[in-house]
């Protein structure tokens, strides 16, 4: 398409159009869109092939005509009152991403525009034209946006990856903290009895019985921190399968309790519960549960006190085991977050634990279709209440009420 | 616990070297200061770092033997309590964290043992820095 001037007939500006032609000549092919708007009706005097294609126009149907009878939606926008300024003023405009709204076809759309407008003098040096050169930026800004939502999003994954690392990292130092402390008193008791053994050909058997009760306890507990570790990975995995039965849930409290005594010497443990207490569970992972709950409460009240249990079947359907001690507590903006797997409420002071226990058997006690909450009552302390289903769960008759 | 008459190679009078332990678990104050008697040296245990320096403060310890993470008060804690009492008391900090030896050095004690030790490392870190009084 050839570039058109229009109104060359006009005496005081055909001078000027001779010398323009030769410039405007040059634009026409140009990738940027150039128009010559005259007078303050803005009438398109040039325009190229690139400023006739974004305003969706044909040449012929441009020139000669006010620009805001062919872009109606102009009025109002910044564009328009910019070009007034330009004529009055003489001071030129120059816009970056400058946002015009156009209507193509029947749809509005907001393109954006790199832009100068420039007056141009006649030779009394009255503006009467504003040139404008602009160039159509809408790609490129929606490529940058695109880019910078996408820079925002691999920031945001990168750091949520780091995060995780970090967390995995943590997660190392603590769990190979967590295991070594139960080595540190196998290793110890059994080379202080090999040592005795060297030394004078034999050891007290009540020295070596306490040794070994040790030593024993030790690999249980090791045992059993594996068991967790394991347990978190298969929980993850969605393997964690039970193994339910009808069980009297009595003796599975006692071994638990027992355990965490062992563990103590400034803690009494009161257990308040009828004599039988019926229900459908994992033997195993229930006992889990109450020792991972026991030794928690003698972990964290250093002080000592009374660990109560208490185990009741509020209705056939439900058993409820609360584990309540006089340690610490948890104070209340803990409670959301306490059983999130690596979640740790004493980050600094006491250290001790994976962040694997409580979410471990949070998962357990909702796998038995039962829940694990935690309170801090007003005496202080903690109190973690475990229920599962009861007997009514278990099909045992009636004719054995728990008192 | 029941002191075990030395037998050892080393010389010098242990009984003299009054050594306190300090870990809140019951099993390492046990075993550990099982290995301890049994050089002859005379054992105190706390089980964390307030019980300690209550122990300090009655009965002047040559060695002081410390875990690091306990409840109530931790290791930090108690040597910054120590410092505040202007008490100058060799420690050997012990702990199964693996920046051991950095926390040791951050307390300023005089060594470092990773748990799990082997007894003799113990027996060698205690004869070195538990100078009788």
Not at chain 1, 92 to 105: I, K, Q
Not at chain 1, 212 to 220: E, P, S
Not at chain 1, 221 to 234: A, Q
Not at chain 2, 102 to 128: H, N
Request: charged share 20%; aromatic share 4%; net charge negative.
């Amino acid at each position: 398409m050839a570039l058109v001037i229009a109104d060359g007939d006009r005496p005081e500006v055909s001078r000027a159009h001779s010398a323009l032609s030769h410039l405007v000549k040059v634009f026409e092919p140009a990738p940027i869109a150039l128009c010559i708007l005259r007078g303050p009706e803005h009438v398109v005097e040039v325009a190229n092939e690139r400023q006739c294609r974004i305003w969706g126009r044909a040449a012929a149907d441009v020139l000669g005509r006010p620009l805001l009878e062919i872009l109606p939606e102009l009025h109002g926008q910044a564009l328009a009152e910019r070009l007034v300024d330009v004529l009055t003023s003489g001071e030129p405009f120059v816009a970056t991403e400058l946002p015009v709204e156009l209507v193509r076809g029947s749809q509005k759309a907001t393109a954006y525009f790199d832009m100068a407008c420039t007056p141009l003098r006649d030779p009394s040096d009255v503006v009467t034209d504003v040139i404008v050169v602009a160039v159509d930026v809408t790609d490129q800004l929606a490529a940058r946006q695109r880019a910078e939502v996408l820079a925002e999003e691999n920031a945001r994954l990168y750091q949520g990856a780091l995060e995780m690392l970090r967390l995995r990292e943590e997660f190392l130092a603590m769990a190979s903290h967590e295991l070594r402390s139960p080595i540190t008193s196998m290793r110890a008791g059994t080379q202080l009895v090999l040592r005795e053994l060297d030394r004078h050909g034999h050891v007290e058997p009540e020295k070596l019985r306490r040794l070994l009760t040790i030593v024993d306890a030790q690999a249980g507990k090791l045992t059993r921190l594996i068991t967790l570790m394991l347990d978190s990975s298969r929980l993850e995995a969605r393997k964690l399968v039970l193994d339910l039965e009808e069980v009297d849930l009595m003796p599975l409290i006692q071994t638990a309790v027992d355990r965490a005594r062992a563990d103590t010497t400034r803690h009494t443990f009161a257990i308040d519960a009828p004599a039988t207490l019926t229900a459908l569970v994992d033997s195993m992972r229930i006992e889990q549960v109450l020792t991972n709950l026991l030794t928690n409460a003698v972990k964290f009240s250093p002080q000592g006190g009374t660990i109560t249990v208490t185990a009741a079947a509020p209705d056939a359907a439900t058993v409820a085991i609360a584990v309540t001690d006089q340690g610490i507590g948890i104070s209340p903006e803990h409670h959301a977050h306490i059983f999130e797997r690596l979640y740790q409420v004493h980050p600094d002071g006491h250290g001790t634990g994976m962040g694997l226990g409580l979410f471990i058997s949070h998962e357990i006690a909702a796998l038995h279709g039962g829940e694990l909450q935690v309170e801090s009552p007003p005496a202080g302390g903690a109190r973690f209440v475990l229920t599962v289903p009861g007997r009514a769960a278990a099909g045992v008759a009636e004719e054995a009420p728990t008192p | 616990m029941n002191a075990i008459a030395p037998t050892s190679i080393y010389p010098g009078p242990r009984a003299a070297c009054h050594i306190l332990l300090v870990d809140d678990d019951l099993a390492v104050l046990t075993t550990v200061g099982g290995l301890l008697e049994q050089e002859g040296y005379d054992v105190a245990t706390a089980i964390n770092g307030s019980e300690a320096l209550e122990l300090l403060l009655g009965h002047r310890p040559q060695l002081v033997i410390l875990d690091m993470r306990m409840p109530i008060m931790n290791g930090w804690d108690f040597a910054r309590a120590l410092k505040a009492r202007g008490i100058e008391v060799p420690t050997l900090v012990m702990s199964a964290n693996g920046n051991a030896a950095r926390w040791s050095a951050e307390i300023g004690a005089g060594g470092a043992l990773a748990k799990p030790f082997e007894a003799d490392e113990l027996i060698r870190q205690t004869e070195r820095l538990c100078l009788p009084a």
